[in-house]
């Protein structure tokens, strides 16, 4: 089999965005993006679909499993994992982009620090013991899932990077804090959840229908609201 | 200041126990810890909590690790490690680790090699939710300016001179930007994949090129022979996917299909423990019969797994089945192979984790520590967290702005088609079954190579001697040539390399194991 693929790249320190194409020929049924670009990456030399002579194409990945997260990217124009993405799901051609909400760095990597960052900024971390709980512990697997991978907020319609909502990627890992935290170190977490996650959200969901863990939003976010903002018992 | 090179498990452990004791410290890592190799960790970890009911101690966690690793590792090492297991659990229980559990107490589930029930979980998915629970504790320290992040930047150079580390220097992934940074140095840089490319269950961030680095410099390694195959995996795009020992634990048994009949040969050749027998064993069991004329393929049989076990303890396994394979374990049989899964030899270090060189530390999966010939499951992750956690408490403080930077500069790379050819001979002279014939072959592949300057095309070398040497069959090195364990190889390989004119000459040796000390004696 064959594909084409279409590639928003860009050098370092560059501003010029231009697209490259390559062709690959694969015989694999599951072979994904993810290998498509380890492959093209390896050629010697490196032509591109015109056989012009081609830098290797950046781009990051680590587990090749869908279980880290690093090699989020725009493919045919949705956010999704490259390890997750099967080139025969695709026809012919298949088009890479690097995520929109970050600074691109380079072809397809960009800068997820902002993240980072905003987790930092809504002191997630516990400052006193937490209070795991068998009847908890479903919610707590679910909210210790998250890639920080940025796929949700990529199509999230109320996220910006450096706004005071942080989205999906901070909700998450929070409602394990709002479920696991003492009962004196409660309130700022739920505080924090308030103010950064659900004073900004329309519940519009597309971030649960992207994620490309699987993780079910909705649930944490029912009770993460119902426990920070509504006050009602934790479950 | 203390820099420290890997953001796993190991490496975020002893940041966070520097941070605990004021100590501040660099974190570098080629990509944030949510992109550590330590996230897909599935099983568990062990520990002696006997919650279980079973009366289980650290005593016969002991045993079992030293039973587990042929007596390779350390004695005193072991036994802080299993003492301390407890402990360490109980942190993670504080920092609200979602593990599986009953009550307030902490469930265990059964492991390869291990008698009693003594491995904590998180369904399938232990390493991730532990990784969740240490990112967010190790936050805290970033925010109090004791933790400094460098989250894409990759180990170039250790700065090491007299037997003595004054630093490293580090690039900038992004811009391609170098900074030497003084300090002492904890390597918690992971395994040897990228030697494997492709025949792991690991990441591609563990590209071998620490260790490469380090081995050039001077730092002594040991046991590289010896690499753990893990006997059920899947094959996906780019790599090889593991099916968790966890699946055997909760009742799954390994069969081969031989003239049309399921032949359950883990059973049948040792009842005791069956499919639970130590990795090393049942992937050699697996191999052997595979390549047996009449047989059809090793499958995994799991289809009498309780629904409640499946959802409660072992879903995301499930799910993987059904999206690789478009097969439900749960009804029916998973076709596995054995592939290359962790690496017990690594960085040579004392008990306190120091290396040969002043001011280098090495925990986790880069270290040869704690897991002698063969790995438990389960004891890597303890092996990481307690291993980080003793580096930082031993490493002396060392303050200085600028390192003293190396005269010359390292050849570590190889242009794809020889980095291929290094892969494909060292993947057939370390085979599950190994003989002379077959290393040196292999050997003499890579001396055709030529460049003796290349530090990579070294290391690579240096696997295929260790294995060379070790003439008798010990946990994970089986040599057909040399099926029988030999008391006078009850020894730890050593590796060290030299540079003589440019080109590197490594030299193979054997130590003797420490003895137990009267301080550590149970
Ligand atoms: C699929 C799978 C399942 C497993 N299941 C279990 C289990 O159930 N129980 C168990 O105990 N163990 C298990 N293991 C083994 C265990 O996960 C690892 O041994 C352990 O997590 C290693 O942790 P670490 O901190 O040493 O390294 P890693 O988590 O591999 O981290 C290495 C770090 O070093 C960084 N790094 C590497 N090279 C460089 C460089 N050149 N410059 C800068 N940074 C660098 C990386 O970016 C990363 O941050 C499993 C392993 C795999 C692959
Ligand atoms: S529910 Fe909508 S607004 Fe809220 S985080 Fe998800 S995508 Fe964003
Ligand atoms: S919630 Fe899902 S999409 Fe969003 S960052 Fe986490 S894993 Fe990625
Ligand atoms: S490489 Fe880890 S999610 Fe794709």
């Given amino acids: 089999m064959k594909i084409r693929l279409d590639i928003l790249r860009k050098k370092f320190n560059e501003d010029k965005q231009y697209t490259q194409s390559f062709e690959y020929e694969y015989s694999d049924a599951g072979a994904t993006v993810a290998a498509a670009l380890c492959d093209i990456n390896k050629r010697e030399p490196l032509l591109d679909i015109n056989k012009a002579p081609s830098e290797p194409i950046r781009w990051e990945c680590s587990c090749l499993q869908k279980k880290c997260g690093a090699c989020a990217m725009l493919i045919n124009g949705y956010p999704g994992l490259a390890c997750d993405a099967k080139l025969s799901e695709y026809g012919d051609t298949i088009s890479l982009a690097p995520l929109k909400k970050f600074p691109q760095i380079a072809d397809l990597i960009v800068d997820r620090q902002s993240i980072f960052d905003s987790l930092k900024q809504i002191e997630l971390w516990f400052n006193e013991n937490a209070q795991p709980n068998e009847k908890r512990a479903q919610l707590i697997h679910e909210a210790s899932r998250c890639l920080q991978c940025g796929c949700c907020l990529e199509v999230c319609p109320n996220f910006y990077a450096d706004g005071d909502f942080k989205g999906m990627a901070a909700a998450v890992p929070l409602s394990r804090l709002v479920s696991e935290a003492s009962e004196t170190e409660k309130k700022r977490i739920f505080a924090e959840y308030e103010k950064h996650f659900y004073a900004g959200c329309g519940k519009s969901l597309s971030c649960r229908d992207i994620c490309p863990a699987g993780i079910d939003t909705e649930y944490l976010m029912v009770n993460s609201n119902a426990a920070a903002v509504w006050k009602r018992k934790r479950r | ?522």
Avoid at chain 2, 388 to 394: E, F, R, V
Wanted: charged share 25%; with cysteine.
């Fill in chain 2, 1 to 522: 200041m203390i820099n420290i090179v890997g953001a796993g498990l190991a490496g975020l452990s002893a940041a966070i126990t520097a941070a605990q004791n004021g100590q501040e410290c660099r974190l570098i890592s080629k990509q944030p810890s949510e992109r550590a190799q330590s996230v897909l960790a599935e099983g568990g970890i062990n520990a002696a909590l006997d919650t279980m009911g079973e009366n289980d101690s650290p005593r016969e966690h002991f045993q079992d690790t030293m039973r587990g690793g042929v007596y390779l590792a350390d004695p005193n090492a072991v036994e802080r490690l299993t003492k301390n297991a407890p402990e360490i659990l109980l942190w993670l229980s504080r920092l609200g680790t979602g593990f599986n559990m009953q009550g307030d107490k902490l469930l265990l589930r059964k492991f390869g090699g291990q008698k009693k029930k003594r491995t904590a979980f998180a369904k399938s998915s232990t390493g991730k939710i532990i990784m969740t629970a240490l990112i967010d504790e190790a936050r805290k320290y970033e925010a109090r300016g004791l933790i400094h992040r460098y989250p894409h930047h990759e180990l170039c150079d250790l700065c090491i001179k007299n037997g003595r580390c004054s630093g490293l220097v580090i690039s900038d992934i992004y811009s391609g930007k170098i900074l030497p940074l003084g300090g002492a140095v904890i390597l918690a840089c992971g395994g040897l994949n990228g030697f494997f490319e492709g025949r792991t269950t690991g990441t591609t961030q563990n590209d071998g090129t620490a260790a490469v680095i380090a081995l050039a410099r001077g730092v002594e390694f040991a046991d590289l022979e010896f690499i753990q195959y893990h006997p059920t995996t899947i094959g996906i795009s780019g790599k090889r996917c593991l099916i968790s020992e966890a699946a055997r634990g909760e009742g799954g048994r390994l069969f081969a299909r031989i003239n049309g009949e399921r032949v359950y040969f883990m059973e049948e050749k040792y009842p005791e423990l069956g499919n639970l027998m130590p990795r090393d064993i049942v992937s050699r069991e697996s191999y052997m019969i595979k390549n047996r004329a009449d047989c059809d393929g090793v499958f995994l049989d799991m289809t009498s797994i309780s629904e409640d076990v499946w959802s409660g303890k072992l879903s995301d396994l499930r799910k993987e089945c059904i999206y690789y394979l478009s097969l439900d374990p749960a009804k029916e049989y998973i076709p596995v192979e054995p592939a290359i899964h962790y690496f017990m030899g690594g960085i040579n270090t004392d008990i306190d984790h120091k290396t040969n060189i002043e001011g280098l530390y090495a925990a986790g999966e880069c270290a040869a520590q704690y897991h002698g010939a063969n790995r438990l499951g389960g004891n890597s992750m303890l092996g990481a967290l307690y291993g980080g956690k003793t580096a930082a408490l031993n490493i002396p403080h060392i303050n200085e702005d600028i390192p003293e930077l190396p005269d010359d500069k390292l050849n570590l790379t190889l242009s794809p088609d020889i980095e291929e050819e290094t892969e494909k001979a060292l993947y057939d002279g370390l085979g599950i079954v190994r003989n002379e014939k077959n290393i040196l072959g292999s050997l003499e592949r890579l001396e055709k190579l030529g460049d003796n300057t290349n530090a990579r095309l070294a290391f690579a070398k240096a696997i295929l001697k260790c294995a060379l040497e070790r003439r008798e069959s010990r946990g994970a090195h089986f040599r057909e040539d040399n099926p029988e364990t030999k008391e006078i190889f009850k020894k730890t390989t050593i590796v060290k390399a030299e540079r003589k004119n440019g080109e590197y000459i490594t030299d193979i040796s054997f130590r003797d194991i420490a003895e137990k000390t009267n301080e550590n004696k149970a």
